[in-house]
């Protein structure tokens, strides 16, 4: 009985701190171009977002500007070089195991805590997660990537995940592969891109309709849209470059995409070699790994090679050994992802909306937001006080904010733990007075309900003072009664 009575204690603490967690929704529409609006616009329910809420004219997605490392970056605020997720393929030297992110499926690659994570360690916290770009999240409600599922189909999945009468969640994060799809296939300026950029736009207004129908959701709901990278074009050739035409690859080993590769070099006395042969690729920068511009923050993991390509805006180098010893044929227009992060047409997107954000903000052009500062404002929104360390910075986040003192405390702090917010003090102390009120109540509730029924069962039986009186009583009628020789058993 008192078990039950704990759970159920338990049960309800957890439940009031659930309804008074802030809510954020994390919407990421892959390959997301930062001027799409301009070039494919006007998207209506863009602009809806930027009246009512912040944004960046562009953000600055981490390098490699690929999908898997960007979407980790986004959720743990760090660089590829601190995660260790830096390409959507991985060489581990040490292990001699190969991370492909279309085919791997071992936890080792995943070893940071994410925002959704660390938000669920609070009491009455949960996190419900659809179709990221992530094998092993382990949060109360997840579901994986399904090819094919609609936008709608998540949407009204993850609001119902939030709207949940006994374990609503209180973050979201939500993955749709559109516009990136389109855009790899036919490039960042084809009528297709036009066309699924505008469906990606009607998708929204789905999204913001349906939370403006949800009381709760419609003044409560922090809201994040934004995506991993942008998108270049490659231009058609019937003469595609591959790595083979400039290096013995009996001698190394390549891993990363047609952009950037990480070359691991056999022995150590072949490097300087290698780094000659590999600086004849045309349209193209080979770097030593200690030799790489520090804007990349891409030197320190043991997951990058000891020399590093980066293909121009435009050019991809393949791989004959990747490729089965095939040709690629690129006859066609196309796109990619995998440049240089801070070439334009990488970066991608920032709007955000919420109680507590100001309306019709944006961030000036000279401010340059990268796409790790969110798990900042993730923190604050979710009121985490104690978010691990991270390369994110409050420095433009602040401008975001109604009260924009509630970042004071952590702006040139970014390699400290955050501190307690005052919001936080707010939620310990509701629960510990939760659960002094409950213990109060359960504890009047039993002593009302014994006395009403002692009072009952003295009304009931006048004569007996208690129940046992009661009991004792008509134990020793019927043992008087079989004490007369005339009645037997059968009479009672
Ligand atoms: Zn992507």
């Not at 094998?135 to 949407?155: M, P, T």
């Not at 180098?317 to 690629?328: A, E, I, M």
């Not at 002692?454 to 004569?463: F, G």
Request: aromatic share 10%; proline share 5%; hydrophobic share 35%.
């Amino acid at each position: 009985m008192e078990w039950f009575l704990f759970a159920l204690l338990f049960y309800q603490i957890s439940f009031l701190c659930s309804q008074s967690l802030p809510l954020l929704l994390l919407v990421s529409f892959d390959g997301f171009r930062w001027d799409y609006p301009k070039i494919h616009g006007p998207l209506t329910n863009f602009a809806r977002l930027e009246r009512h809420g912040v944004r960046a004219p562009s953000m600055i997605p981490t390098f490699t500007t690929s999908t898997f490392p960007n979407h980790y970056s986004l959720i743990t605020g760090l660089y590829e070089e601190s995660h260790g997720l830096v390409s959507d393929e991985i060489y581990d030297r040490r292990s001699n195991e190969i991370f492909r992110s279309w085919e791997s499926n071992s936890s080792q690659w995943w070893p940071i805590k994410t925002i959704w994570s660390i938000n669920e360690q609070r009491l009455g916290a949960r996190s419900g997660v659809i179709g990221w770009p992530q094998k092993f999240i382990d949060v109360s409600k997840s579901e994986v990537y399904r090819e094919g599922r609609s936008f709608k189909d998540i949407v009204d999945q993850i609001l119902r995940w939030f709207d949940d009468s006994n374990e609503p969640i209180n973050f979201g994060a939500i993955y749709f592969p559109e516009p990136d799809l389109t855009g790899r296939r036919n490039g960042p300026y084809s009528l297709e891109t036009k066309q699924k950029v505008k469906e990606c736009d009607d998708n929204l207004g789905y999204l913001l309709n349906e939370i403006d129908k949800n009381v709760k959701l419609k003044n409560n709901l922090h809201l994040i849209v934004t995506s991993d990278h942008g998108m270049e074009q490659v231009n058609a050739t019937d003469r595609p470059m591959y790595l083979e035409q400039y290096v013995d690859m009996t001698k190394c080993k390549a891993f990363g995409t047609e952009t950037t590769l990480n070359i691991f070099v056999n022995n150590p006395n072949d490097i300087d070699a290698i780094y000659r042969n590999l600086s004849k690729i045309p349209n193209s920068n080979t770097y030593k790994k200690d030799q790489l511009p520090d804007q990349y923050h891409y030197k320190t993991h043991p997951h990058i090679g000891d020399l590093i390509i980066i293909l121009n805006p435009g050019y991809e180098l393949h791989r004959l050994s990747f490729d089965d010893g095939n040709t690629v044929n690129l006859s066609r227009i196309h796109g990619n992802s995998g440049y240089d992060n801070q070439l334009e047409s990488m970066k991608t997107i920032f709007y955000a909306t919420g109680p507590e954000l100001k309306e019709n903000f944006t961030l000036s052009n000279s401010d340059s937001l990268h796409s790790v500062d969110l798990f900042v404002l993730m923190c604050l929104i979710l009121n985490i006080g104690k978010c691990p360390s991270s390369n994110s910075s409050a420095t433009h986040i602040q401008s975001f904010l109604i009260d924009s003192s509630k970042v004071a405390s952590i702006i040139g702090k970014e390699t400290e733990k955050l501190h307690d917010g005052p919001m936080g003090l707010v939620l310990y102390l509701l629960v510990l007075v939760s659960f002094v009120l409950i213990l109060i109540m359960a504890v009047a509730w039993s002593t009302v309900a014994f006395r009403n029924a002692s009072a009952m069962a003295r009304a009931a039986h006048p004569d007996a003072a208690t129940l046992a009186e009661q009991n004792q009583y008509k134990f020793t009628q019927i043992n008087d009664l079989k004490l007369h020789p005339a009645i037997g058993d059968d009479n009672l």
